[in-house]
């Protein structure tokens, strides 16, 4: 009886004790892990929040930790870049550049077809090569400095040969300049009508056509000397059979003449030189070998005088001719004729050799 009476009166406290299902608007609290979530009864609700944000101190330190709802990586992580255009390219350096061969280390390509493609430089070294070698056959320039004064061998290509007894010898003191490295003096000698040649034998040279002759010069001596210089085969005093050249008399009057198996032309002008003066004078054969230019200058440069020929040029077969500077003297008294410095035979048009 007591026990009954006693079930009776805790029954009520202990069904109240059970925690009860969670109705809408019920309070909630965290009854353990077994329970879980479970609603009770209690005096009152938990009430609002008052206050500040910041008063309730472990809401705030949570949320301090999210990002901000206006977050979006901008300015703070990457910098805000334009966009590029359709022929750019986005590089590793974060900008925009123009997408073409250069980018890609293809500057050196471009669309030239291959007939069009340049060479390499070694190619065109070799090409160079031959080339000069080409041009020194087809277009040889043929010349001596009169370097060397021992005799006839001195002259190479060219060379010398005495006139009845003539001599070369060390140029006179003062000739040797700057401007006139390697002097050569020809001098007669006691015999009459002696002297000295310089040149290509004669019969080496058939004018047709792009041929040119130049010798640097000073006459030492006028007095009963003759003169000629350019294409001729004058060996001795006497006049060229075949030539185109320059005649300097003893009186210093230079004239330009042609001569075809011993008929003779000669310039309608002529120039006085002077003794003891340096000279250039160049003689040229026109491309066709239809005339002949003279033309003299100073030791400066100066053009002194120029004529032409257009008749008796000695282009026939058998009509071969020399290259060469030959002085002799009348008298019989040994005489320094003439001082050279340079002479040379060179082609403006190309031999098909």
């Known amino acids: 009886m007591k026990r009954l009476l006693l079930i009776t009166v805790l029954l009520p406290w202990l069904v109240m004790a059970q925690p009860k299902p969670c109705q809408d608007g019920d309070p909630i609290r965290y009854v353990g892990a077994s329970n879980g979530l479970s609603c009770e009864v209690r005096s009152s609700a938990w009430g609002s929040i008052t206050g500040t944000l910041s008063n309730q101190t472990d809401l705030q330190s949570a949320l301090d930790g999210k990002s901000p709802s ?43 077809s291959d007939a069009d493609k340049p060479i390499s430089t070694a190619t065109q070294t070799a090409l160079n090569d031959k080339a000069a070698i080409t041009l020194a056959r087809k277009q040889p320039v043929l010349f001596t400095d009169c370097l060397n004064i021992l005799g006839v061998g001195g002259f190479d290509p060219f060379y010398g040969a005495v006139v009845s007894s003539g001599t070369i010898n060390a140029p006179n003191a003062g000739l040797i300049t700057t401007h006139h490295p390697g002097v050569v003096r020809a001098r007669s000698s006691t015999t009459t009508n002696s002297g000295y040649w310089i040149g290509a034998n004669a019969g080496m ?19 009963n ?31 330009g003449k042609t001569a075809s198996n011993s008929t003779r032309s000669t310039t309608a002008t002529t120039y006085t030189l002077s003794a003891g003066t340096w000279y250039r004078l160049v003689i040229a054969v026109n491309s066709g070998a239809t005339s002949v230019a003279y033309y003299l200058y100073n030791d400066a440069g100066t053009q002194l005088w120029t004529d032409s020929l257009a008749t008796n040029i000695p282009t026939a077969s058998g009509r ?19 001082h050279l410095d340079w002479v040379a035979v060179y082609f403006s048009t190309a031999r098909t050799r």
């Open 70 to 112: 206006t977050h979006n990586h901008a300015g703070i992580y990457e910098p805000a870049f334009a966009s590029g255009l359709a022929s750019q390219f986005f590089r590793g350096d974060k900008t925009w550049q123009t997408l073409d061969k250069t980018a890609v280390g293809l500057g050196n390509v471009d669309n030239t």
């Open 320 to 338: 071969e001719t020399g290259a060469a500077i030959i002085g002799t003297n009348s008298g019989t008294s040994a005489t320094d004729l003439y």
């Open 205 to 223: 040279f058939l004018l047709g056509g792009g041929e040119a002759f130049e010798a640097v010069f000073n006459i030492t001596t006028l007095t």
């Open 225 to 255: 000397g003759t003169f000629r210089l350019g294409f001729h085969d004058a060996t001795t005093s006497a006049d060229a059979v075949d030539g185109a050249y320059l005649e300097v008399a003893s009186t210093g009057v230079g004239t």
